[in-house]
């Protein structure tokens, strides 16, 4: 069976693995989730009882057995100094061990962001919210990713940072990554590490219309008036599923590549 390792650091922890867990349960082998909480951070809008009761260390998740895949989300922390991030340096001892110990490492949202700045490019705050729905465009003809009968798809974005695009393309001309999607307004998001190692994806292919929705009206009581780009929430269509699916899928079979 399969171990994917679920680093949980988002707000309300409980109600966002579904969100995985409803993308890893559709894969064809059967997969072990491992529920990883950060011990340097505090968890104050989780409910404490389901996180003592099915989370564990990243520690004691591999104590015993390795493995084989792991999943960083996003945190809403990307308009912080990493510095000041109560867990970024654990994160940096978790990039190194599995760097040598796991065969993929994927970061979401702002969990690629943070593998992207492990890997020596940093991060841009933006003006204004990056929120909505995007049309994007494989780049990599001859990649795992890359869905060959369509190569451009839709796929959700929320976030107040992203990477340096000069520096992205400077670390792919200097072969540390790959840039493997583009898109017009979200600029490059995903890309991998040239060791096959890391990927980062800093949309959400995870997500549904619900949370999107949610995400805006919480946004809304915030007082940010921003408008979701491509995407209208009083009639909404999920226009991503697919890319969600086939992105989790391939990563899976990827790991299984690896494997072997």
């Known amino acids: 069976m399969m171990r994917i390792g679920f680093l949980n650091i988002m707000p309300e922890a409980e109600?966002?693995?579904k969100y995985i867990f409803n993308l890893l349960e559709r894969q064809?082998?059967?997969?072990?989730?491992?529920?990883?909480?950060?011990?340097?951070?505090?968890y104050k809008s989780t409910n404490k009882k389901h996180l003592d009761k099915y989370y564990i260390t990243f520690d004691q998740a591999i104590e015993n057995q390795k493995l084989d895949g792991l999943i960083i989300t996003g945190a809403p922390v990307e308009t912080f100094p990493f510095e000041y991030i109560t867990y970024w340096q654990e994160l940096i001892e978790i990039f190194e061990y599995a760097k040598h110990n796991i065969l993929s490492t994927m970061g979401l949202c702002w969990g690629g962001i943070a593998i992207g700045k492990y890997l020596g490019i940093n991060s841009v705050q933006f003006n204004e919210k990056l929120f909505g729905v995007f049309p994007s465009v494989y780049l990599k003809k001859e990649?795992?990713?890359?869905?060959?009968?369509?190569?451009?798809?839709?796929c959700p974005q929320s976030r107040y940072a992203g990477m340096n695009e000069e520096e992205l393309l400077e670390a792919e001309k200097n072969g540390i990554i790959r840039l493997l999607v583009n898109a017009?307004?979200?600029?490059?998001?995903?890309?991998?590490?040239?060791?096959e190692r890391f990927i980062a994806h800093l949309g959400h292919p995870e997500y549904d219309t619900k949370r999107i929705i949610a995400e805006y009206e919480r946004d809304i009581i915030k007082g940010l008036n921003h408008i979701p780009m491509y995407f209208d929430v009083k009639n909404p269509v999920d226009t991503w599923q697919n890319h969600g699916n086939d992105f989790f899928s391939k990563w899976i079979k990827k790991i299984i590549e690896l494997h072997n």
């Open 15 to 17: 109600k966002y693995e």
């Open 28 to 42: 064809s082998i059967p997969i072990e989730i491992i529920l990883i909480k950060a011990k340097n951070h505090s």
């Open 143 to 154: 990649h795992w990713m890359t869905d060959l009968t369509n190569r451009e798809f839709d």
């Open 184 to 195: 017009e307004e979200a600029g490059h998001y995903v890309f991998e590490s040239i060791d």
